[in-house]
C-alpha cells in the first residue's frame, strides 16, 4: 500500500488514471492501450489524453467495432509478452467480450498449465445519471467476480485509481478495472511519483463505532456523505472500501463488522447474486462469536434502470436512504429516521479529498 | 506447382504417417478408457495441417483448434506429452488440464487450443500484431474449421488482420461439416474466398485433397507475409473419416453416406506419398513411427496423475 498522504498535489480521477498509464508506458515498452476512440479528441472522457500524441498509433490503438475479436487480439498480444490495456467506454459492453473473458482469458493460465499468461487489464465505465439508461449504466462487476482466473478492482477515489491502475498493468492476470464516471472529476492527493496499491486489501475510510458500511466504487462517496448525516443523528459509521472485489478482502470487513455487530454493504449493482451478497456470505460464514447481529444489502432497484430522472432517482442507493436504513439497523428499537433534506442537499456537496 | 523433392516426400510422408497411425492408436485404445478426454480426431485431414505447416519455421507459431492433433505434432509438438495429455496425466503438456481439447506446446510454438469455435482466431492475430511489432518477420498461422467462417468472430478477425497488414496466416480446413450439419443448412451462399477477399485479403483454393498443393498455398504466400503485405487465407477441401468426436465411423448414422469417403480413401495422401517411396524407406519410416507411438504409450501409462494439490495451481500467474 502506497504511503498515505494529506497534502501535496490534488489530482482528478480521470487524470490520475491517465497518469497511470502514461508512466507506466514511459516504464515499459510492452504496454500499449487498445480500444475504440481511445484517440480521439475526447480521449475516452480524459483518460487517454496526450497518450497517441506521445507513443503514436501502435500504442495507442483505435479498433474498429469488433469487442469479440479485439479481446481475443489482446489476448494473444498478452500471451506473445505484450501488456495490453482494453478500454471500453461502457461497461455494459464488456458483454460483447465475454467468450474471451471467461472461456480464455481467464483460463489461459491453468487450462495450459502456467505455460502461459495473460497479462492484460480491460477498463470500462459505469455510466449512472443523465438519462444513461438501461444500456449505458450498469455495473456488472459482480458477473467478473465469480470466475477464477480474472482479478475485478473498482476504485473509488482519484489515490487509488492511479496505484490501482499501476498494480493492474503489472499483473499477470487479467484484470477487470471498474470505472465509475461520476467519480472522474473526484479529486483526491495523488503521489507524483509511481507506486501501487495492492489488490486485496480494504481500506476503513472513517472509523466508527454502531455500524459498518461497505460501499462499493462511488457507492463509496455516497457512504460518506451518508455517514456525515449519521453523525447528526448521533450513529458513528464505519466506512470500509473494499477497493478490489477479486481478490476480496472479506477480513477486514469481518473484523469491523464484528467490532460494530452491524454489517450494511451498499453496491453500484443489483443486490441479486451480486457483489453485496458475496461479501454478506463470507461474513455469515464466519464462527458465531465472530459474525455481526444484523446484515443487509442496498443496491439498484430490482429493474432495469429507467433513463427519466424521475424514476431513475429511486433506482439507485444514494445518501438519505443509505444513511435511514443504517439507522433502522443501527437503533431497532428507535423510531424511524430519514435525515434532514436541507442536510442531505449539502451532504451531496461534499468531497472527499483523502487521506487514503 | 513446384515439383516435390524426395526429401520433400520423405519428410511428408513420415508425418503423415506419425500423425495417421497415431489417431489410429489413439481410437484402438479409445474402449478401455485410458484416454480420459474427448477426442476429435484428424484422420483423412491429416494432410492439411501436415503440408499448411512444413514450410514454416521452427520460430513461427501455430494457432490450432480442438482437432488440433495434427496441427500440433506437425508443428514440432512433442508425441509423448500429448499421449500423456489424452491420458490426464501429470506428464501431459498441460499436467492433464486441458486434454484433447486444449493441447499447447508454447516451446515449439503452438498456442492453445480452445473447446469454443472460432475463439482461437482473435487471439492467434493478436500474437499476429506482438511479431510485426518485433519485426523479425516471424508468422502466426491460425487453423479453422469451415464452422468457424460462421462466427461473428471470424468477420471481425480478418478486418482486423487486413486493416493492420497483420503476419498471418489463415488456414481452414473444410471439411464440410459443422458436426452434423452440412453446408446447405448453414451457407447461404458457397463463396467462402470471396466474402474474405472482400478484406483484399488474398485467398487460394486447394479443392484437390492434395498435401503438395497444401504445401504450395502457403510457399505462394509467406514470403509476402513475412515481408509485410498482410494477412492470407487458405482454404482446403478434405474430409473427416472418423464421427465429429470419438474413435468410430458413423456412416450410418444417417447425415452422409460411406460412399462420400471413397474419392478421399482412394487418394489418400499418405498412401499416395508411400507409394512415392521405395519398399525399404516406407518400411524404415513405418518403424519408427511405431516405435515411436508405442514410447508414447509406454510414457502415458507410466506418468501417474496429478497430486490433488495441483488442483489449485495455475489460477493466478505470480
Known sequence: MSTQSNAGRLLSYVDALQEAVDQEMARDDSVFVIGLDVDDHKAIQGSTKGLVEKYGPE???????????????????????????????????????????????????????????????????????????????????????????????????????????????????????????????????????????????????????????????NMVVECLRAQELLKEAGISAEIVDPISLRPLDSETIAQSAAKTGKLLVVDNGWTGAGASAEILAAVAERPADQRPEVMARMGYAPTTCPTTPALEDHFYPNPVTIAAKAYEMARPDGRAWTPDPQAAKLAYQKQFKGPF | ???????????????????????????????????????????????????????????????????????????????????????????????????????????????????????????????????????????????????????????????????????????????????????????????????????????????????????????????????????????AHCYRWREHVGPNEDFDAGYRSRKDLIPWLENDPMAVLGAMLTLEDRAAIDMDVETAIAEALDFAEASPFPGPEELMTHVYAE
Open chain 1, 59 to 217: 500504442r495507442v490503438m483505435a479498433t474498429p467495432l469488433s469487442e469479440d475479436a479485439m479481446t481475443g487480439v489482446c489476448i494473444g498480444a498478452a500471451m506473445a509478452g505484450l501488456r495490453p490495456i482494453h478500454v471500453h467506454i461502457r461497461m455494459d459492453f464488456l458483454l460483447l467480450c465475454m467468450n474471451q473473458l471467461i472461456n480464455m482469458a481467464a483460463k489461459a493460465h491453468y487450462m495450459y498449465n502456467g505455460t502461459v499468461k495473460v497479462p492484460m487489464v480491460a477498463r470500462s465505465m459505469i455510466g449512472k445519471s443523465w438519462g444513461q439508461g438501461a444500456q449505458h449504466s450498469q455495473s456488472l462487476h459482480s458477473m467478473f467476480m465469480h470466475i477464477p482466473g480474472l482479478k475485478v478492482v473498482a476504485p473509488s477515489n482519484a489515490h487509488d485509481a492511479k496505484g490501482c491502475m499501476i498494480q493492474a498493468i503489472r499483473d499477470n492476470n487479467p484484470v477487470i478495472f471498474v470505472e465509475h464516471r461520476l467519480l472522474y472529476f473526484t479529486e483526491s492527493y495523488v503521489p507524483e511519483e509511481s507506486y501501487e496499491v495492492e489488490l486485496g486489501k480494504a481500506r476503513t475510510v472513517v472509523e466508527g463505532t454502531d455500524i459498518t458500511i461497505v460501499g462499493i466504487s
Open chain 2, 1 to 235: 506447382m513446384s515439383r516435390p523433392s524426395q526429401d520433400d516426400i520423405l519428410r511428408l510422408y513420415r508425418m503423415l504417417r506419425l500423425v495417421r497411425r497415431t489417431e489410429e492408436e489413439i481410437a484402438r485404445i479409445y474402449p478401455s478408457d485410458k484416454i480420459k478426454s474427448p477426442v476429435h480426431l484428424s484422420i483423412g485431414q491429416e494432410f492439411v495441417s501436415v503440408g499448411a505447416i512444413d514450410p514454416l519455421n521452427a520460430d513461427d507459431v501455430v494457432g490450432i483448434t480442438y482437432r488440433g492433433h495434427a496441427a500440433y505434432l506437425a508443428k514440432g509438438g512433442n508425441l509423448n506429452t500429448m499421449m500423456a495429455e489424452l491420458y490426464g496425466k501429470a506428464g501431459g503438456c498441460a499436467g492433464g488440464k486441458a486434454g484433447s481439447m486444449h493441447l499447447v506446446g508454447m516451446d515449439v510454438g503452438v498456442l492453445g487450443a480452445s473447446a469454443v469455435v472460432g475463439t482461437s482466431i482473435p487471439i492467434g492475430l493478436g500474437y499476429a500484431l506482438a511479431l510485426k511489432r518485433e519485426g523479425k518477420g516471424r508468422v502466426a498461422m491460425i487453423f479453422c474449421g469451415d464452422g468457424a467462417t460462421e462466427e461473428g468472430v471470424f468477420a471481425e478477425s480478418l478486418n482486423f488482420a487486413a486493416l493492420h497488414k497483420l503476419p498471418a496466416i489463415i488456414v481452414c480446413e473444410n471439411n464440410s461439416y459443422a458436426i452434423h450439419a452440412p453446408h446447405s443448412k448453414r451457407w447461404a451462399t458457397d463463396k467462402l474466398c470471396e466474402r474474405v477477399g472482400t478484406y483484399d485479403i488474398p485467398t487460394q483454393l486447394v479443392p484437390n485433397g492434395d498435401v503438395f498443393s497444401v504445401r504450395d498455398a502457403v510457399q505462394d504466400v509467406l514470403a509476402g507475409v513475412r515481408a509485410g503485405d498482410g494477412p492470407a487465407f487458405i482454404e
